[in-house]
């Protein structure tokens, strides 16, 4: 395998992303970070969410791996200008939310949209930029979500049955305004994308393949088809300690399904 791929999330958001590359593509050298123990990020401070990624990012660059995947919005928002300045030698793939939608879907006229995100997404810099240049008009509207990130990461590690009446509540001020599409801003929606979906009667749309397809375009790979393959799952369940696990996930089942 030519190279290390580094994947890393706040927690198991990025598994979304994961999932969709290896659906792809299962020859490929990936380390996964969750960021447990100081999940969630968005509603941290930016200074707390950019010391996370560069520890991160450094631990991945020590055990030699070249290309980092930024499987979270909030992180890609905060950091990843300064995370390519810094790690000139690495490769960074960010993941957006993804507002170009805005110029690619056949819109009718009275037809309305929302981008769902982590508070810390939605008041970043870098987010209010990529909305003023893709959707000058102003045609979709934002949403951050107080917890959700929250309530996914939690339904993950213990389960809950309670999860669709927690998004129900979650999403409750947007239930009555009709979107059509609901643009899933942070890793950890996906996961629960059918959730959103039937709460608020829109389609859910992710930018899961397009990082994707960018990690294999960067690496010059065409998609081909995944047996099971071994992931490398890191994972912080306190600021004190450093997990380590081998899984072995299949594109198919099983797959940590919410
Ligand atoms: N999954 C992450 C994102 O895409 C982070 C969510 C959080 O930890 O708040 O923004």
Redesign the pocket.
Known sequence: MALKIGMF???I??LSTLKNLLCQRSDLEIYYWADDAY?????KSEAEVRGRCHAICQHFIHQGIGLIVI?????TALAIDELRAHYPEITFVG?EPYVNVVNHLPWQAQQRAVIL??P??GQSARFSRLKRQLDPAGRLDQYSCPQL??IV?HAFWQGDPQLAEKIQEELAPLQDQHYTYAIL????YPLVGRYIAATLNTEVISTCSAVSKRVLDLLDLAPCNPPDTPISFWFTRSSQDTGYAVKTLSAQAPWPAL
């Open positions: 999330d706040s927690g958001g990025g999940a969630p990020y968005g509603s499987a979270c919005n909030t992180a993941v995100t982590t810390l997404t990130a929250k990461e801003g942070c890793t950890h």
